[in-house]
């Protein structure tokens, strides 16, 4: 009987990808504030209007994306919606008293807004280290902090422009980000393109370099295929891992993955080299199960 591998407690994610849901929901609450941004809405029926899409759409869809991506592992994004979430609530509050009459304070909004300055410009960092459209993304919410704060201090009117732009840029990002993890995939091909590099590189972690054991089992899963069982000479194995090899010896993986079960070697006795090499069904199982995922559908 073919035995399932466990290769490991590899994390599973609860919930899809959330991160769409919360991006369209700030993209929907930055279209109901940008008429107020652009001084339209003004009435008591416009300020009600937009403080019922924030509440809505800026903290709940935000506020349940972040829930799912912690759930799901996903410290940064998860972080990032379930904290501005909140700040949507607040958003509709304001808007809702200012509907009422009643101003929100602004020496606690400025204060708030400097903490917030400070909390989006070090996750604005932390970002550039994953995408460089991730990074403009977190950069203009900061840009807009920045335009606020200085709104606050020197009562500039000049800086309702700025602001209201970049309210409309911040919904065009987060909609652009959105629709490519939601149509690139269907699509199976990049639609809307995501930049690859990231803004930043981070120091690589030492890892192991499977590269070599990869090459070697699907070299002799092709002559599987070919030959079934008859062996391979170990001489014509190295020309077939070619490059991968990278000056070092064969010999030691190959008698580990014999150690292991997943080949049979011939030859190595009393000093001698090994003369040539194949799968074991234990192997071949291996291999089908990580690298073709023969168990993922």
């Not at 000049?158 to 995939?185: E, Q, W």
């Not at 995501?194 to 090459?215: E, G, I, Q, V, Y």
Request: charged share 20%.
């Amino acid at each position: 009987m073919i035995k399932k591998l466990d290769l490991g407690p590899a994390h599973k994610e609860v919930f899809a990808a959330a991160t769409p849901l919360g991006l369209i929901g700030l993209a929907i609450g930055c279209a109901a504030l940008t008429p107020i941004a652009f001084g339209k809405g003004l009435d008591v029926a416009g300020l009600k209007t937009a403080a019922m899409y924030c509440l809505l759409f800026g903290a709940g869809g935000q506020l349940i994306a972040g829930l799912m991506e912690l759930t799901n592992k996903n410290l940064y994004g998860g972080t990032l919606f379930t904290a501005f979430s909140f700040n949507w609530v607040m958003n509709w509050w304001a808007l809702d008293a200012l509907s009422g009459g009643t101003t929100p304070s602004s020496a606690i909004v400025l204060s708030v807004d400097v903490a917030f300055l400070v909390i989006f410009a070090v996750m604005t960092y932390g970002f550039g280290f994953y995408s460089k459209l991730l990074f403009l993304f977190l950069l203009d919410i900061d840009l807009m902090f920045v335009c606020r704060i200085l709104k606050e201090v020197t009562h500039a009117a000049a800086l309702n422009l700025p602001i209201a732009i970049l309210t409309v840029l911040l919904a065009l990002i987060a909609l652009y980000i959105a629709f490519a993890m939601l149509i690139n995939p269907t699509a199976n091909r990049a639609i809307f393109k995501m930049p690859a590099a990231p803004m930043f590189r981070a120091t690589p972690k030492a890892t192991f370099d499977f590269s070599l054991r990869r090459a070697v089992f699907e070299a002799l899963y092709d002559w599987w295929r070919d030959r079934a069982f008859e062996t391979l000479e170990v001489d014509k194995l190295r020309e077939k891992v070619g490059a991968k090899l990278e000056g070092r010896r064969l010999e030691p993986d190959l008698h580990y993955l014999a150690e292991l079960g997943a080949v049979a070697i011939e030859g190595p006795s009393e000093g001698k080299p090994i003369r040539s090499v194949r799968l074991t069904a234990a192997g071949i199982d291996f291999y089908e199960q990580t690298i073709l995922q023969k168990y993922a559908g």
